[in-house]
């Protein structure tokens, strides 16, 4: 079938033995038919692609290099089509084989214009699947050329067609790999660098040579390398497509009563990347061992011109053609570059996709921290939260580079055993023999390593909690004198810490010193049983030149993937304990958003003139869940265990610092579980004023917890209309400038902002501020007092122009002047937010006269409802409350602390710095009453006086970068260190 078929004396071949060449009956079907019809089928795929799911950019044709591109193509075209024909009209015959290729090379360079033609409009870089095709039409046309002129066919017409071909996909390839940066297409174009460049630029990283070249000139900044990697690694895209294949998994796994598994996501939904990298490193494996048999056949080679005197004494040589020597020197050198480029594309595969992934579990672990239940935030601090992010996630970029060795490197060890096998006979299991029985104490060393990475970040977690707690809580720790004693407890945890390390360190270096030893005595083993028993009949081996050279090289490239299985392992260990600490984080409890009925409020009845837009009927709320998790007997054992050695470990520390013994910890079971909210109805109006009153303990901050859904709702219903904004009684403060704070992501408006701030009361403290509104917060306002974080919380709730308010004692933590200023011009019935819905909880009695509402909590319940007249006539719980916290009372020391207002909180300095006339804080408060007309004509002046910028003076430094070299005094003090 093959005469028929290649009619050609060489035949299929592949190779010919008269010379170093392919037989051409292989090149037209393999180098030429086989890439053809895999680049028709790429081409029909690709188009399909452009139609159906991209969007053409609008940005025009670069027709100087678009044109000359379809121009060349179709000249290929052309050429194509008259070498067949001058194939078909030969008097003897056409090969079939010659013919087929020719056929797939007309219809795939018939698809190149077409293709070309939607790719010109749907992308701003040369075609990725032309110019691949491209460049592999070029080479093998350039061996097919050669071989044509080889058998003496380079005065034939179909020669002469191929000839013009090959000219023609010459042409189009330098087309195709022109650079485009200065196209009016790509400086038009949004996309980054890297979506910017063609294939050869992505393959050569050409695309970074600005970068590079910038870097060595001068320092790189951020807006450097800005725009420069591709969107997808944005995490945006990421944490969208990661996130929704989780949720769905879960779901999916659920519903089965199945455990979801996070790394089985991580790796289906980046399934074609993971694929890629496979791929690559598989073939990098490969490539490596091109070289040894490269080299096997040019010690042949080299043998063959070597004089032999066989058994009758004659002298016998057989040399091999120069030619087969030089492509044997040439194929060394380009194998070598070829594992060079597999290897840097495989790194830069597996870095983006590791970045990809961590970017993703980053967003993902930062969602599900502003989702958590309560009793999931007991249970997940802070400090843990952060090493979700910081350690855990970072294991995957380094994890990327390792984990598709898992298959390449056992296929690695699989070829060289191989050709080991080829070389050294059987000897070669006699020496895999030995990693056999090291292999237990690598599995035990293995479980030993995964068990102390996970005590490793479980130490980790108990040492950031402590310093989260101590930094939170540094104030309290100097008045009380406690540092010696926190000292203590910190470097307790630092010890245990240090002591997992440590072990982590014993148990590397063992498997470090067991793997990189292991192709040595593979090696030694293999040889001293060839060198002995290893021949035919269990003779010696014969130990030659060749056998020795090639085996050694053999044993060397053994030795890589071998020791990095030590590596492989360790990141394989790391990734999977980090992915399963994450994985847990995920699946704790989340808010239930079906507690609270949402509508909008454009849903309310148009007839009713005050629809209600809080409503909670027979309403049951607690802090935990009515029944406690359930809980197998062998999670139940292992918690109980768990709690064992952390009240030991916690019995010792206070045994070593003389200090009693601590109680232990409630289990689940003994956890008081009664509802903190019962019997709760409750009704608020639209544009209303409500405000919750009652003694502290009652539950006057849990009621409005419920109302946002913060608290397990087990009876009744909870309906709201509109949108909320929630301003808790702990002023949460962003590590921005003050104004960031304020508008907090909002679209910034300057009259609305100005006026904000005005009735926020802000005004004098803006004045005050170095940078003024451009002044950067510290991380919890740090260098904000108690009452400018109250009122910056309060501005930020007003900007945010909500439909409900829910204020959570605001007032509690400014003076007398702050508090009267706030309620006339912000919360009460005259101010900006008069005609929305407001619930106020507040210990200040003298407000409760002007509001339409007052709900009085007491035990846990909602004992009165109703207006100031009301409840004092049926003289209740709220007539008491009110003799306790009498008016004058209050008054009382209202003028006490006149003299101690804050400076800061004055708002008559502003009228001062206003010209205005000097009174104390009760009575410009009244006269800024009497005269609103007058202040709003000044409110303008005010607020540009007191908001001017400077932005030279702000508190929070920016970050500076050395620049220069290290001094070789620093390397010194290392070395001496050591």
């Known amino acids: 079938m093959s005469d028929s078929y290649c009619r050609d004396p060489e035949g299929w071949g592949p190779t010919v033995s008269s010379r170093a060449d392919l037989t051409l009956c292989f090149e037209s079907t393999i180098l030429i038919g086989l890439p053809a019809a895999i680049a028709i089928v790429a081409f029909l795929y690709r188009a399909r692609t452009l139609l159906t799911h991209q969007t053409p950019h609008g940005l025009g044709k670069t027709w100087i290099i678009y044109g000359p591109s379809q121009l060349f193509s179709f000249a290929a075209f052309i050429a194509l089509i008259v070498r067949a024909i001058v194939l078909s009209q030969q008097s003897e015959g056409y090969a079939p084989s010659s013919m087929l290729g020719t056929s797939l090379l007309i219809v795939a360079w018939f698809l190149v214009p077409v293709l070309n033609f939607l790719e010109i409009q749907y992308e701003v870089r040369a075609s990725h699947y032309i110019f691949a095709y491209s460049a592999v039409s070029m080479v093998a046309g350039a061996l097919t050329t050669r071989t044509l002129d080889l058998l003496g066919q380079n005065q034939e017409d179909q020669f002469k067609c191929f000839i013009a071909f090959l000219a023609f996909n010459i042409a189009h390839f330098v087309t195709e790999a022109w650079p485009r940066g200065r196209t009016t297409v790509q400086q038009k174009s949004q996309a980054s660098r890297f979506e910017k460049a063609n294939l050869f630029s992505l393959l050569t990283f050409h695309f970074l040579q600005h970068v590079v070249s910038l870097g060595y000139k001068r320092p790189l900044n951020f807006e450097d390398v800005d725009g420069l990697m591709p969107?997808?690694?944005?995490?945006?895209?990421?944490?969208?497509?990661?996130?929704?294949?989780?949720?769905?998994?879960?779901?999916?796994?659920?519903?089965?009563?199945?455990?979801?598994?996070?790394?089985?996501?991580?790796?289906?939904?980046?399934?074609?990347?993971?694929?890629?990298?496979?791929?690559?490193?598989?073939?990098?494996?490969?490539?490596?061992?091109?070289?040894p048999q490269l080299l096997n056949s040019l010690l042949g080679f080299i043998e063959s011109y070597q004089t032999v005197t066989l058994a009758d004494g004659t002298l016998f040589r057989d040399p091999k053609p120069v030619s087969l020597g030089i492509i044997l020197a040439f194929g060394l050198f380009f194998s070598t570059l070829a594992v060079s480029f597999m290897t840097a594309q495989y790194f830069a595969a597996t870095s983006i996709l590791g970045l990809e992934i961590r970017t993703a579990l980053i967003a993902m672990i930062y969602r599900k921290s502003l989702k958590l239940?309560?009793?999931?935030?007991?249970?997940?601090?802070?400090?843990?939260?952060?090493?979700?992010?910081?350690?855990?996630?970072?294991?995957?970029?380094?994890?990327?580079?390792?984990?598709?060795?898992?298959?390449?490197?056992?296929?690695?060890?699989?070829?060289?055993?191989?050709?080991?096998?080829?070389?050294?006979?059987?000897?070669?299991?006699?020496?895999l023999g030995s990693i056999g029985a090291m292999l237990p104490i690598h599995i035990i060393m293995g479980k030993y390593f995964g068990t102390a990475k996970a005590a490793k970040l479980a130490a980790m977690d108990g040492r950031l909690r402590l310093v989260n707690e101590v930094l939170a809580g540094i104030k309290i720790v100097k008045l009380y004198?406690?540092?010696?004693?926190?000292?203590?407890?910190?470097?307790?945890?630092?010890?245990?810490?240090?002591?997992?390390?440590?072990?982590?360190?014993?148990?590397?270096?063992?498997?470090?010193?067991?793997?990189?030893?292991?192709?040595?005595?593979?090696?030694?083993?293999?040889?001293?049983?060839?060198?002995?028993?290893?021949?035919?009949?269990?003779?010696?081996g014969e130990i030659t030149p060749q056998v020795?050279?090639?085996?050694?090289?053999?044993?060397?490239?053994?030795?890589?993937?071998?020791?990095?299985?030590?590596?492989?392992m360790n990141m394989t260990i790391s990734v999977w304990v980090a992915t399963t600490r994450i994985q847990k984080f995920l699946l704790v409890e989340e808010i239930d958003e079906s507690t609270v009925e949402r509508e909008d409020l454009d849903d309310a009845g148009q007839d009713e003139k005050s629809p209600v837009v809080i409503e909670i009927k027979d309403g049951v709320f607690a802090w935990c869940k009515e029944q406690p998790n359930v809980e197998t007997d062998k999670q139940k054992k292992k918690r109980v265990k768990a709690e064992e050695k952390k009240q030991v470990e916690a019995e010792k520390q206070a045994l070593k610092a003389g200090k009693p013994a601590p109680p232990r910890p409630q289990s689940p079971e003994d956890i008081d579980r009664s509802p903190t909210l019962s019997d709760i109805n409750l009704q608020v109006?639209?544009?209303?004023?409500?405000?919750?009153?009652?003694?502290?303990?009652?539950?006057?901050?849990?009621?409005?917890?419920?109302?946002?859904?913060?608290?397990?709702?087990?009876?009744?219903?909870?309906?709201?209309?509109?949108?909320?904004?929630?301003?808790?009684?702990?002023?949460?403060?962003?590590?921005?400038?003050?104004k960031d704070n304020i508008t907090f992501g909002q679209e910034f408006d300057q009259k609305k902002y100005d006026h904000v701030i005005y009735v926020s009361g802000l005004l004098p403290d803006i004045a005050m501020l170095p940078a003024g509104d451009q002044t950067e917060i510290g991380e919890r306002g740090i260098n904000l007092s108690g009452g400018q974080k109250q009122r910056v919380s309060l501005a930020r709730a007003a900007y945010q122009d909500a439909d409900v308010y829910l204020f959570d004692d605001p007032l509690s933590a400014v003076d007398a002047h702050v508090d009267q200023h706030l309620w006339e011009n912000l919360i009460g019935p005259n101010g900006l937010l008069k005609d929305k819905t407001r619930v106020l909880v507040t210990h200040g009695i003298h407000h409760l006269e002007n509001v339409d509402q007052i709900v009085v909590v007491k035990d846990k319940r909602i004992s009165e409802n109703g207006r100031y007249e009301e409840l004092m006539e049926t003289k209740g719980a709220f007539f008491q409350l009110i003799n306790e916290y009498s008016i004058n009372s209050r008054r009382e020391k209202k003028n006490h602390k006149a003299g101690k207002a804050e400076s800061s909180d004055a708002i008559t300095e502003v009228e001062?710095?206003?010209?205005?006339?000097?009174?104390?804080?009760?009575?410009?408060?009244?006269?800024?009453?009497?005269?609103?007309?007058?202040?709003?004509?000044?409110?303008?002046?005010?607020?540009?006086?007191?908001?001017?910028?400077?932005?030279?003076?702000?508190?929070?430094?920016?970050?500076?970068?050395?620049?220069?070299?290290?001094?070789?005094?620093?390397?010194?003090?290392?070395?001496?260190?050591?």
């Open 373 to 431: 239940s309560t009793s999931a935030k007991q249970d997940s601090t802070a400090g843990e939260i952060s090493n979700h992010m910081s350690v855990d996630a970072e294991r995957w970029p380094q994890a990327t580079m390792f984990i598709p060795m898992l298959i390449s490197v056992p296929f690695q060890i699989g070829i060289a055993i191989w050709m080991l096998y080829q070389k050294l006979g059987w000897s070669v299991f006699v020496g």
């Open 685 to 738: 109006t639209k544009g209303s004023l409500t405000a919750v009153v009652g003694r502290v303990g009652q539950g006057k901050t849990s009621l409005l917890s419920a109302m946002i859904g913060d608290m397990y709702k087990r009876q009744g219903s909870v309906r709201i209309r509109g949108q909320i904004t929630y301003a808790a009684q702990q002023a949460w403060i962003l590590n921005a400038t003050l």
């Open 481 to 540: 004198n406690w540092e010696e004693s926190f000292k203590e407890k910190l470097r307790v945890a630092r010890d245990k810490e240090l002591k997992v390390l440590r072990q982590i360190g014993y148990v590397f270096s063992v498997m470090a010193i067991l793997f990189s030893s292991t192709p040595l005595i593979v090696a030694l083993v293999s040889f001293a049983c060839y060198a002995t028993v290893g021949g035919p009949g269990f003779t010696p």
């Open 231 to 291: 969107k997808t690694i944005r995490t945006e895209f990421t944490h969208a497509a990661l996130s929704a294949r989780w949720e769905a998994h879960v779901k999916k796994r659920l519903a089965r009563g199945q455990r979801p598994s996070l790394i089985r996501v991580v790796f289906l939904s980046h399934g074609a990347r993971w694929a890629r990298a496979i791929v690559l490193s598989i073939a990098s494996a490969c490539m490596t061992y091109v070289a």
């Open 548 to 568: 020795v050279f090639v085996s050694t090289s053999l044993f060397a490239l053994l030795s890589a993937p071998i020791s990095m299985l030590s590596q492989v």
């Open 912 to 978: 001062k710095t206003d010209g205005t006339q000097s009174v104390d804080g009760e009575s410009a408060t009244t006269q800024a009453g009497q005269e609103e007309e007058q202040e709003e004509e000044n409110e303008k002046e005010i607020i540009a006086k007191a908001i001017t910028t400077k932005t030279e003076e702000k508190l929070v430094a920016k970050e500076k970068m050395m620049e220069g070299n290290v001094s070789w005094n620093v390397y010194k003090c290392y070395l001496r260190a050591a």
